[in-house]
């Protein structure tokens, strides 16, 4: 007998001991890092509401029980009876049984009152009917994203359970080793920006943090063929992290399949989702510049079969030797702070990902509390000794006087915008400007991806804002719905009535000009004198964006496509007006990094000062290293830094 196998039969014994006479056991699984109790049972457990809760306090485990198909209620009657349970007020939209783990699948517009008051609902619907209810929200925007995304997994159930049952096995194997070291070894994102990537390993475990693409700069991906990366094969990783849904850390996960992983990604629930949304895009654009895709769509399909979806601040072990927490990061739409806890109290090590630290329109800030980190790894991109960013209000104000004297121009207002999380700050910032009589009422043109991720985001209000989860929750109140925003559906002749049109607003991708719909919006509008380019997100090296923005006004065609008027080879003449208005970035300033690491409690030992240009990162190094006396790296590719 293997000693998984043993583990689950003495897991079995022990948990049987611990229950009333009266509910039994028939089986004990491990389901990626959940330990699964399915039982003959399920009514009498639900009425123990703590039961479970001091199971896992014991067993140190996170434990979820379901019922022994044998025992389930068919689903016609469990339909009848849930219903029965549930307030009408919550607005279930569909309810979907899965007999073989005793699930039902309940979507609502308001999961909250599906859930009830610490759970009281939904253990009453387990009394009632024996089935285990797991909660979804009804997208108040529809979201073809998500859609796909729940009706995929649920269509790959039976194979996503031998996935989860696979990785469960591999959590929780016995330690090989007596050696006691942590690495982490650079393999993108040091000295510049994007290509994210590390390898976090120790001497069972080895963990991919990110696999991302350099905006810019086609062909400069992460070091995965050196040897001390995955030079063996990807199958030689435990497991992959992913930090947040942005190209510059997700776009090449997919990839990981094509040559051989096979393992969990970690992530949270919207990361995933945006994850599929962008990589599938990414697919798209290279396909409509005529370069080769790195990987087919089959393989982004493969990594959403993979991910194992974590919610802030669950404690959760992804390795025989490794737990891991993620923390709200600020920054985009799920995106999160990797906390490492690593052996039995031997060392912890934090991966920032990328942080915005101050409370903006879309999120809370980063959170920073941590029990322990001996290594942080920060983020850097306004890293420099002068990367201060404008004040929110000041932002927001520059950003008014700009549309404002745009319109009065009679011109329109093109901003390029990443398709996640700045376009939702810049359309929460329109909204209220124009319900307050700041600027004018106008339409605001969205294109791209810009309403499909929006809608994503209305999906998880839980990880926006509490404020502004609170007007989403009131669909008459949810910002996203005002009348002003306008979906466009990608059509050239839509944008041309739009370009000939009224004084507008157009929020478009990408957020850098690398490709997609700006550069045609450029075409339509760039030669117009009465017109702005507003630039409202960081411009890498590299990209059409950052030669605009230092002054560029002749774009070679052929740098751009045909773009609505004519294309083909020659130079677009660029009048309209260019500015910048800074302080929108997701990313955290000088001072807000500053912050971060001060705000520490305890502080690290050691600082990893990534994904920043070098002049960013060794400023950066040299203030925490002079202002709190701690020992702090400025990381060049491919470096390895042992600890202990």
């Known amino acids: 007998m293997s000693t998984v196998e043993q583990q689950l039969d003495d897991l079995e014994a022990q948990i049987t001991s611990e229950l009333p006479s009266d509910i039994s056991v028939s089986s004990v699984k491990y389901e990626g890092p959940e330990l699964v109790v399915y039982t003959r049972d399920p009514k009498k457990f639900?009425?123990?509401?703590?039961?479970?809760?001091?199971?896992?306090?014991?067993?140190?485990?996170?434990?979820?029980?379901?019922?022994?198909?044998?025992?389930?209620?068919?689903?016609?009657?469990?339909?009848?009876?849930i219903m029965d349970v549930i307030p009408g007020d919550a607005g279930v939209t569909d309810l979907d049984f899965h007999a073989d783990t005793g699930e039902v699948v309940i979507e609502?517009?308001?999961?909250?009152?599906?859930?009830?008051?610490?759970?009281?609902?939904?253990?009453?619907?387990?009394?009632?009917?024996?089935?285990?209810?797991?909660?979804?929200?009804?997208?108040?925007?529809e979201s073809s994203t998500v859609s796909n995304v729940r009706s995929f997994l649920k269509q790959e159930r039976d194979e996503r359970r031998d996935i989860l049952e696979k990785v469960g096995r591999q959590i929780h194997r016995e330690e090989m080793s007596d050696d006691e070291y942590v690495r982490i070894t650079t393999l993108g994102c040091c000295r510049e920006v994007g290509r994210a990537s590390f390898i976090l390993s120790t001497p069972e475990t080895r963990i991919l943090i990110d696999c991302g693409d350099k905006p810019g700069a086609e062909g400069e991906v992460p070091y995965l063929h050196a040897p001390e990366a995955l030079g063996a094969g990807p199958q030689t990783i435990d497991a992959v992290v992913l930090t947040h849904a942005h190209l510059d850390h997700s776009a090449l996960i997919p990839l990981l399949f094509k040559y051989g992983y096979d393992g969990p990604i970690y992530c949270t629930e919207p990361t995933r989702d945006l994850m599929g949304l962008l990589t599938l895009d990414y697919l798209d654009v290279a396909a409509k510049e005529g370069r080769s895709p790195p990987y087919e769509s089959e393989q982004v399909r493969e990594a959403i079969k993979h991910c194992i979806p974590l919610e802030y601040g669950d404690?959760?072990?992804?390795?025989?030797?490794?737990?891991?927490?993620?923390?709200?990061?600020?920054?985009?739409?799920?995106?999160?702070?990797?906390?490492?806890?690593?052996?039995?109290?031997?060392?912890?090590?934090?991966?920032?990902?990328?942080?915005h630290y101050d409370d903006t329109r879309l999120f809370n800030g980063a959170v920073n509390d941590f029990p322990r980190v001996e290594t942080l790894v920060l983020e850097s991109t306004y890293g420099g000794r002068n990367d201060y960013q404008t004040d929110q209000s000041d932002s927001e104000r520059n950003l008014k006087e700009v549309i404002t004297e745009t319109y009065e121009k009679d011109g329109k207002v093109v901003i390029p915008a990443f398709a996640v999380g700045r376009s939702q700050e810049i359309m929460l910032v329109l909204e209220e400007a124009m319900r307050s009589g700041d600027i004018p009422t106008m339409p605001v043109h969205?294109?791209?991806?810009?309403?499909?991720?929006?809608?994503?985001?209305?999906?998880?209000?839980?990880?926006?804002r509490d404020d502004l989860r609170d007007r989403i929750f009131h669909e008459d109140e949810n910002p996203f719905l005002a009348e002003q925003f306008n979906h466009i559906d990608g059509g050239e002749e839509e944008r041309q009535d739009v370009a000939d049109g009224e004084p507008c607003i157009i929020l478009s991708t990408s957020g850098m000009v690398t490709g997609g719909p700006i550069m045609s919006w450029l075409g339509h509008i760039g030669p117009d004198p009465d017109s702005t380019l507003v630039f409202v997100g960081y411009q890498a090296q590299g990209t059409l964006g950052r030669r605009i923005q230092n002054g560029w006004d002749e774009i070679p065609t052929s740098e751009v496509g045909a773009m609505g008027n004519g294309g083909g080879r020659g130079t677009l003449s660029l009048n309209m007006d260019v500015e910048t208005v800074d302080g929108f970035s997701g990313h955290a300033d000088r001072a807000g990094l500053e912050n971060f690491v001060k705000t520490m409690n305890p502080r690290p030992e050691k600082v990893l000062c990534v994904h920043?240009?070098?002049?960013?990162?060794q400023d950066l190094s040299s203030a925490l290293y002079h202002d709190f006396d701690m020992r702090t790296f400025a990381p060049k590719n491919l470096e390895t830094f042992r600890f202990l």
């Open 446 to 464: 969205l294109d791209g991806m810009i309403w499909e991720a929006t809608a994503i985001h209305t999906t998880y209000p839980e990880y926006l």
């Open 46 to 81: 639900a009425q123990q509401g703590d039961l479970i809760r001091q199971l896992a306090s014991k067993l140190r485990k996170r434990i979820t029980v379901r019922p022994d198909p044998s025992v389930l209620s068919r689903p016609e009657q469990a339909r009848e009876e």
């Open 315 to 355: 404690v959760t072990d992804i390795a025989p030797d490794v737990k891991l927490t993620f923390h709200n990061a600020g920054h985009i739409l799920g995106s999160a702070v990797s906390h490492f806890h690593i052996g039995d109290g031997l060392y912890n090590v934090a991966f920032s990902g990328d942080i």
């Open 612 to 617: 920043g240009d070098e002049r960013s990162t």
């Open 108 to 141: 609502a517009e308001k999961p909250g009152m599906v859930i009830g008051r610490h759970g009281s609902t939904l253990r009453e619907i387990t009394k009632t009917v024996g089935w285990t209810p797991e909660v979804v929200r009804t997208p108040p925007i």
